[in-house]
């Protein structure tokens, strides 16, 4: 067999035995879970960041949301106290006409 200037000499490489094949496919096996799991840890990263986020929104819409209530309770107990006496129009008596 001739080998091309520039190349380097490599033995011939002996066949592959079952065991040795055995050993490769394991390898792969091994290789392609750790593979998988580092996938699974960076998704469920990914995953948990955007729960994250979505928990701090819907937090500060329930404090807008409190915060909202809260001033409509206490524009309703301002205008119960401070409105006119049903029948009036800025201190003048209506006529009620049966």
Do not use: C
Not at 33 to 55: C, H, Y
Not at 68 to 83: F, R, T
């Amino acid at each position: 067999m001739h080998i091309p200037p520039g190349f380097p000499h490599q033995p011939p490489q002996p066949a592959p035995t079952p065991e040795n094949e055995l050993k490769a496919m394991l390898k792969q096996l091994l290789q392609g879970q750790a593979d998988g799991v580092v996938d699974t840890s960076k998704k469920l990263a990914e995953i948990n960041s955007k729960i994250e986020n979505l928990n701090t929104r819907v937090f500060t819409l329930w404090r807008i949301m409190l915060l909202l209530l809260l001033l409509l309770q206490s524009k309703d107990n301002y205008l119960v106290k401070h409105s006119e006496p049903q029948g009036t129009v800025q201190g003048h008596l209506h006529s009620r006409r049966s």
